[in-house]
């Protein structure tokens, strides 16, 4: 016997038991009724057809915005280049959802648009500093986990150009003069001397430090450093140097340039300053002293440059010297840059 059969047989001898003690109390017709309905809902139940569950709509992969090759503009707005994917163009149902992040804000939704195929142009304005964009698509099964962020900044501000050496007016003892300083990272500098109409460009760091060197022309050089942004903004900055000899040089300074006969004995000063062709001071470069005064025989000492490029000796004029011109002469030499002189004239009086 089937399945189902067996089973209503087994219903109808429940039913049946219980309805003999329902009939003794006049309840034959109910007992037929409640087995006929128990038996043939039973029967519905197990044969049946389950009805058709509604679809779901399905949320779509994100979409992608095309980065800017240099995110920093002046301008007040901008396209974003919007890419979906294709399941999702030609959907009348789906939308583009753009949002803005402005510096240390939470994403804000800015605009909807409809989807004009695999890639839509969205135009969007921008605001000073950072703009940090994104979009989502939304339809009916929901929104799309957002796109990655592309970043623009809007920038109208010229860069500060600030020289930290040399100082304007130095002197320099070389063919060219080497620049630093600090700017806008990024900022592509130009130096032009106009003495000589040398020009070098380069670009500064990230940090925004750079470094140039530009070749000088005897005497005065006015020098003009033009700076131009990420953004196209420009700024100028001014320098001037003096160009001095290039060579390797001793100068030779006493703390007195006359003395009275009188005061012998008397002590004197001599300072040797020695500097290389681009005047930065020499350390460790052996100096010879003399003094020559009327009347006394000559002196010599022997001593070296210190850190600062600087020799000193204190000699004393005895009382003996005669009036008249004397000299001290400070003669230099330098495994590197060779051998330099100078003297000065000292009068006893």
Not at 104 to 129: C, F, H, N
Not at 255 to 262: G, L, R
Request: charged residues 15%.
């Amino acid at each position: 016997m089937p399945l189902i059969g067996r089973l209503i047989m087994a219903l109808a001898l429940v039913a049946l038991g219980l309805g003999v003690l329902y009939v003794g109390m006049g309840g034959l017709g109910k007992v037929v009724g409640a087995v006929g309905s128990l038996a043939g809902g039973f029967v519905q139940g197990v044969t049946a057809t389950a009805s058709p569950q509604p679809s779901v709509a399905t949320i779509s992969d994100a979409p992608s915005v095309q980065a800017p090759e240099e995110p920093y503009t002046t301008a007040d707005s901008t396209d974003l280049v919007v890419t979906v994917p294709n399941d999702v163009v030609g959907d009348p149902n789906t939308l583009i959802r753009i949002y803005l992040a402005l510096k240390d804000q939470a994403p804000a939704q800015i605009d909807e648009v409809p989807i004009a195929g695999r890639t839509t142009v969205v135009p969007v304005s921008l605001t000073k500093g950072v703009n940090d964009f994104s979009v989502t698509l939304i339809g009916p099964g929901g929104e799309s986990d957002p796109s990655p962020v592309v970043r623009f900044i809007q920038d109208k501000a010229p860069p500060k150009i600030t020289i930290t050496a040399p100082k304007s007016g130095a002197k320099v003892n070389g063919k060219a003069v080497k620049i630093t300083g600090k700017t806008q990272g990024r900022t592509t500098l130009i130096a032009r001397n106009a003495a000589n109409g040398a020009t070098i460009t380069t670009d500064a760091l990230a940090d925004g430090t750079f470094s140039l060197t530009l070749a000088i022309a005897p005497g005065v050089n006015d020098i003009s450093i033009d700076g131009t942004d990420p953004a196209g903004n420009v700024s100028t900055a001014a320098l001037v140097v003096k160009r001095g000899t290039g060579k390797f040089t001793v100068v030779l300074a006493a703390s007195a340039y006359q003395i009275s006969k009188s005061k012998l004995p008397e002590g004197i000063r001599l300072t040797a300053t020695v500097t290389d062709p681009n005047g930065r001071a020499v350390a460790g470069a052996a100096v010879t002293f003399s003094l020559s005064i009327p009347g006394i025989p000559g002196i010599t000492h022997d001593g070296k440059t210190s850190t600062n490029g600087r020799a000193i000796w204190t000699p004393t004029i005895p009382k003996g010297a005669d009036t008249g011109k004397g000299s001290a002469v400070a003669q230099v030499s330098s495994a590197e840059f060779g051998t330099a002189e100078d003297f000065t004239v000292i009068t006893i009086k």
